[in-house]
């Protein structure tokens, strides 16, 4: 499978060993008999979209670009979207949600620190690419310990902030999707006007407390894999440990 690189700043890739491929790298797993999770690769900056589906629902995480793809991938799935879940606001992670989300008529969530990214082009970093992109507003504002319900799935919401205010992580029994606050082998970038490395350190010491070794970890670029794996080829779980 093609490599795809994460978002990282000039400052984290001089830490970060060479990206190393997941022995998790299909595009689709089974998690249960009754849930499966589908990752769809979107847009120029490669963001991880994925397909949460159980009992027929379908909980779309990160529509980032290229909504018609997603809409397609979905409908061969037996199931509904009913849910357009933003782990932040950042324009590669919400640009699709108003096509999805008239499509489909499906609820926006983004944790409260993050929905005023989803309609401000100046905010989103949009107009930084040269667009000028809003999303639909958020139907459902998320805080940290809130429950997600998809199907027999329950995600809990994870408050992560440090590549944005509102950043988010959502854990469930055996996996978990960490947006851009945690890769593979490195983290997302803290050099944004709403990023805060300090922050992020913090999260990322959070995310350790709260991870298992098999928690299979999805995150918003690049490959995915045990959070075993992580930890031992990710320096910045170390610094945080150390911080």
Known sequence: MKEVNTET????????????????????????????????????IATNCYLLYSNEEIAVIDPGFE????????????????RIINTHGHIDHISANKTIKQATDAKIYIHKDDADLLTHASKNLSLL????????????????????????????????PGHTKGGICLLADKFAFTGDTLFF???????????????????????????????????GHGEWGNFSEIKRVNPFLSMASED
């Open 9 to 44: 700043t000039e400052k984290h890739r001089k830490h970060s060993p060479a990206h190393i491929l997941s022995a998790f790298s299909a595009d689709s797993a089974v998690i249960n008999i009754m849930s499966q999770v589908i990752r769809i690769v979107v847009g120029e």
């Open 67 to 82: 909504g018609i793809k997603i809409l397609e991938k979905a409908s061969t799935l037996e199931g509904k979207i009913t």
């Open 129 to 160: 690419i040269g667009e000028f992109i809003q999303s639909s507003p958020a139907d459902v504002i998320v805080n940290d310990g809130d429950v997600i319900k998809v199907g027999q799935v329950e995600l809990k919401v994870v408050h992560t």
């Open 185 to 219: 082998d490195s983290i997302g970038r803290t050099d944004f006007p709403d990023s805060d490395e300090k922050m992020m350190f913090e999260s990322l010491k959070k995310l350790q407390n709260m991870l298992t070794d098999d928690t299979i970890v999805y995150p």
